[in-house]
């Protein structure tokens, strides 16, 4: 998703009612960011609250690692939310997209912490019903189901998790859950539905006029989701987070806005996201906060929400959220975050209001002073000798410490201006 491709972030084509209620319901990060610029390696970052860097995973999955047998994906050793969540009672259920490896016995959600899984392994498939796909056709724990000829999938996916959080609560309502609900849209292929392409009809050109049906789909089926938790009365105790995965693409016709570059790149076109938290009553609604925090606080965040930070240390290179949302300034202004691509051509810092980045393809330095200079234009590393230095030696110190990367990148890298 681009960054600027929901109303609330400046969207003008179309609304996102829906997105945009939990934006104005609770707090938006402005400096939001994912863990890698590509869908695998970024969901391997929210996942475990880790920078996948540290074990081996920097980019997304290749073609090798599709074999049944392949131990190519989410480190074993690496827990994951579900994890951290079930010794207090939590049930975890995954919905949709995997996209972390395709051997069951290593790699499967059900094998990963999640009781329940409805999805598919791979990262993009058709939004209409296909034949058998090992890596992307729909199954359930396990079990590959018969694709409703009328699917589309970002409704289907909504209609078995809207199903299974009925089930949950209804069965035992006093047991608390946590859903990762992983929608594919709009990644390709570009799939609209002709209901949702009517409502655009007045964008005159088609990529982006399908573009837009799709995001308009996935708004309505989060407004879905909010109405089933509000039918069930939980709401008000439910924590609600929002963010995509990595920053929108030239080839699905999505917008960044005044970010420079797009998915694949170390520009901020390809790190920051929307991210919004929502919880009426402990998370301050109406609030923009412009502190800088990662997908990676979100397993701690949710650790220390549920308690499960009491049964022993977590293993994150995040920080709890929770104070910063209730007004304590703490330790995340003075923090350094690291991005690096599997092919080890680009890295990236930033700490504090400066970003460093390095492409060794050019042996081009650039620092950026995103306070002023949102869309990189303005490359200071020239002019402040002392702060690229400085940036420098922190990159250079932190990739000591982490090992090569256990596989290159097969993503394209274009950038967009």
Same mark, same amino acid.
């Given at each position: 998703m681009g960054y600027a491709d929901i109303s609330v972030l400046g969207q003008k084509k179309y609304r996102t009612p829906h997105i945009d209620a939990i934006f104005h319901g609770g707090t938006y990060f402005t400096n939001g960011y994912v863990t890698n610029s590509v869908c695998a390696p970024s969901r391997a970052g929210l996942i475990t609250g880790r920078l996948g860097s540290y074990f081996g995973f920097e980019a997304n999955l290749p073609e090798s690692s599709h074999l049944p047998d392949s131990t190519i994906g989410l480190d074993p050793e690496q827990k994951t939310i579900a994890d951290v969540l079930k010794p207090v009672g939590y049930k975890s259920i995954c919905i949709g997209k995997w996209h972390l490896g395709y051997n069951d016995d290593l790699f499967h959600p059900n094998n990963r912490g999640f009781d329940e899984f409805f999805g598919l392994l791979g990262g993009s498939r058709s939004y209409y019903k296909i034949d058998y796909d090992r890596g992307n056709s729909l199954q359930y724990n396990g079990s590959f189901i018969d694709e409703p000829d009328d699917m589309y999938i970002t409704d289907y996916l909504t209609d078995k998790a809207v199903a299974l959080i009925k089930h949950q609560v209804k069965l035992t309502p006093e047991q608390p859950f946590f859903m990762y609900m992983s929608y594919t849209a709009p990644h390709v292929p570009m799939h609209a539905k002709e209901s949702d392409l009517e409502r655009v009809a007045h964008i005159e050109k088609e990529l982006r006029r399908t573009y837009a049906a799709m995001v308009l789909c996935v708004d309505d089926n989060v407004g879905r989701?909010?109405?089933?938790?509000?039918?069930?009365?939980?709401?008000?105790?439910?924590?609600?987070?929002?963010?995509?995965?990595?920053?929108?693409?030239?080839?699905?016709?999505?917008?960044?806005?005044?970010?420079?570059?797009?998915?694949?790149?170390?520009?901020?076109?390809g790190i920051r996201v929307p991210f919004a938290l929502k919880w009426p009553g402990v998370i301050p609604a109406k609030k923009m906060n412009h502190t800088f925090v990662s997908s990676v606080d979100l397993l701690p965040t949710f650790a220390a929400v549920?308690?499960?930070?009491?049964?022993?240390?977590?293993?994150?290179?995040?920080?709890?959220? +929770?104070?910063?949302?209730?007004? =304590?300034?703490?330790?995340?202004?003075? $923090?350094?975050?690291?991005?690096? %691509?599997?092919? @080890?051509?680009?890295?990236?810092?930033?700490?504090?209001?400066?970003?460093?980045? +390095?492409?060794?393809?050019?042996? =081009?330095?650039?620092?950026?002073?995103? $306070?002023?200079?949102?869309?990189? %234009?303005?490359? @200071?590393?020239?002019?402040?000798?002392?702060?690229?230095?400085?940036?420098?030696t922190i990159q250079a110190k932190w990739e000591a410490s982490v090992p090569d990367p256990g596989f290159s990148s097969d993503w394209e890298v274009k950038e967009s201006n």
């Open positions: 989701l909010q109405a089933c938790l509000d039918e069930l009365g939980i709401s008000d105790n439910t924590l609600i987070v929002f963010l995509s995965d990595n920053g929108g693409p030239i080839a699905n016709g999505s917008w960044n806005g005044q970010l420079r570059g797009n998915k694949g790149s170390l520009w901020e076109g549920s308690g499960a930070d009491q049964f022993g240390p977590v293993a994150t290179d995040g920080m709890n959220l +929770m104070p910063l949302l209730q007004g =304590e300034a703490g330790e995340y202004r003075d $923090r350094a975050f690291f991005w690096r %691509r599997g092919d @080890m051509k680009n890295v990236a810092v930033r700490y504090r209001n400066y970003k460093y980045i +390095m492409n060794r393809r050019t042996n =081009e330095e650039y620092l950026f002073d995103l $306070r002023k200079d949102i869309s990189e %234009r303005d490359n @200071m590393a020239v002019f402040m000798p002392d702060y690229t230095d400085a940036l420098r």
